[in-house]
């Protein structure tokens, strides 16, 4: 005689596996009537219990009509955000200034100031831009532009910062290859509106943010025309047109090179001016190591982070997108060290930052390992500094002229010519740097407190989201 079906034990056996069930209800009930089984999977269907909600991302917003660039007759260069330059760890983002005759194919949204920009091409990676300080600025067609009514900025912005947003547009994406979501799958996603006092209080805690990563910028600009001002450089400016002649044992016997556009004036004009100082080359300063290229058949969901060059800024390192296995043997020597510095050699070029402390992962063969060989003549975060300022640009551009794909040969980057101020004077240069650090670390603790709050609401309510904030702004 067959016992009775004990739900509850089927339903303890059920928690204890990665398996969820999903009825007929469950599946027709969405929109696009799926019956996939990523779409049902356990940590989709539990964050989708969290977010429930009765409101959704479009009843906050504006109602807006898109208005697309090439519609407008343009008679001024205008700036331009692409996904890539938004950042998935800070509140910055970079724009690239273009010629009316120049529109990218993808340049399509007007941005204005309180603009929440938000990816929809790989929405796992959470790249949000909270639009400042927009001037003549147009958005790419693969962001959904959000403009907020009934919420501040700075909070939709840290809503979309949530892991409980980002998993939700991942849930939704529709291919493996370039996973995407559509505008209206953002404007879909449950919401969780905030009283007038919490949304302050976010606010308000974004906005400090916002200001410690302006000061941050501030001083690392000052330390840059500080190293200028030592160089004699800030002033000078490329040096157009003339002639410049070289024998054949000045150019394919010393450079190695005897194309035209490689001995133009301005290159030979900004080497004058290092060879005036102290300098040496590159190689004699630091010891340049390689890393690896595992392949993308390496590469696996978790494991340990994978850096590559669309990973690195001067400021810091993104979150990888890629891992290794942890079961690899990799040598310690592949972990960059404290005070070592990443360079990139291949795509954007010429990207120095300096490791503040050991990392716990490997970077990808198109980023070298620079160890200054004596610490106490060369400070690493002057030359850091050096490597992403516009005497190594300027010798970057020259080595790297007619390559489709920019790739920065290793025997030409150890040749790099490097000036070397007095110890002194580059103290109080790399003082400015660990300065502009400190306060970018301070501006990230900001938003990630501002983040944090947004999700515990989310999870447990506004109460248990201000007791957070109150205690984070006392420490």
């Known amino acids: 005689m067959l016992s009775p079906f004990d739900k509850s034990a089927y339903r303890r056996i059920l928690n204890g596996l990665e398996v969820a069930e999903a009825g007929a209800c469950d599946v027709f009930a969405h929109k696009l009537s799926r019956i996939d089984s990523e779409y049902f999977q356990k940590k989709y ?24 660039v090439r519609g407008l007759k343009l008679s001024k260069k205008f700036n331009y955000l692409e996904i890539s330059r938004i950042s998935t760890t800070e509140l910055g983002y970079e724009t690239v200034s273009v010629a009316p005759s120049n529109i990218p194919d993808r340049a399509d949204l007007i941005l204005r100031p309180g603009d929440v920009a938000v990816s929809t091409v790989r929405p796992n990676r959470n790249a949000v831009a909270l639009v ?7 958005g790419s067609s693969g962001l959904a532009v959000l403009r907020p009514a009934k919420v501040s900025p700075e909070y939709l912005f840290s809503f979309a910062k949530t892991r409980h947003f980002a998993a939700a547009l991942t849930r939704e ?20 509106a905030p009283s007038r006092s919490f ?7 974004v906005k400090q943010s916002a200001a410690a990563m302006l000061s941050a910028k501030r001083a690392y600009d000052e330390a840059s025309r500080a190293l200028l001002d030592n160089l004699g450089l800030r002033e000078w400016s490329p ?5 410049c002649i070289k024998s054949f044992r000045e150019s394919l016997g010393g450079a190695g090179r005897l194309d035209a556009e490689y001995y133009r004036p301005k290159f030979a004009s900004i080497v004058a ?3 005036r100082q102290q300098h040496a080359q590159l190689n004699d300063v630091a010891r340049i190591a390689k890393s690896i ?3 993308s058949d390496a590469y696996c969901d978790e494991g340990i982070p994978f850096v590559r060059v669309s990973d690195l800024s001067k400021f810091g390192i993104a979150p990888a997108k890629k891992h290794l296995s942890r079961c690899a043997a990799f040598p310690d020597e592949l972990h960059p060290r404290k005070d070592t510095i990443l360079f990139t050699k291949d795509g954007t070029i010429g990207i120095a930052y300096k490791a503040e402390d050991n990392l716990p992962l490997i970077t990808s063969g198109a980023i070298l390992h620079l160890t200054v060989r004596n610490p106490r003549a060369v400070l690493p975060d002057y030359l850091a500094l050096v490597l992403n300022s516009l005497p190594v640009k300027i010798q970057a551009e020259r080595d ?3 390559s489709i794909i920019q790739h920065w040969r290793p025997g030409d980057i150890k040749k790099t010519l490097v000036p070397i101020l007095p110890v002194g004077t580059q103290g109080v240069i790399a003082d400015k740097v660990k300065a502009s650090f400190l306060l970018l670390s301070r501006s990230k603790e900001f938003l990630d407190t501002a983040r944090r709050a947004v999700e515990i609401a989310i999870e447990k309510g506004e109460d248990a989201a201000m007791k957070f904030l109150h205690k984070h702004s006392r420490d």
Do not use: C, H, W
């Open 199 to 205: 949304d302050d209080s976010v606010r308000n805690t």
């Open 293 to 295: 290229e595992p392949g």
């Open 400 to 402: 790297t002229i007619g």
């Open 132 to 138: 400042q300080n927009a001037t003549r600025l147009v």
């Open 273 to 275: 001016v290092i060879k």
């Open 45 to 68: 269907l539990a964050n989708a219990r969290v977010m429930a909600s009765p409101t959704v991302l479009s009843d906050v917003l504006s109602p807006q009509r898109r208005r697309g």
């Open 239 to 243: 040096q157009q047109g003339g002639v």
């Open 173 to 192: 994406t529709t291919a493996t290859m370039y996973p995407a979501v559509s505008v209206n799958d953002v404007l879909g996603v449950p919401f969780f």
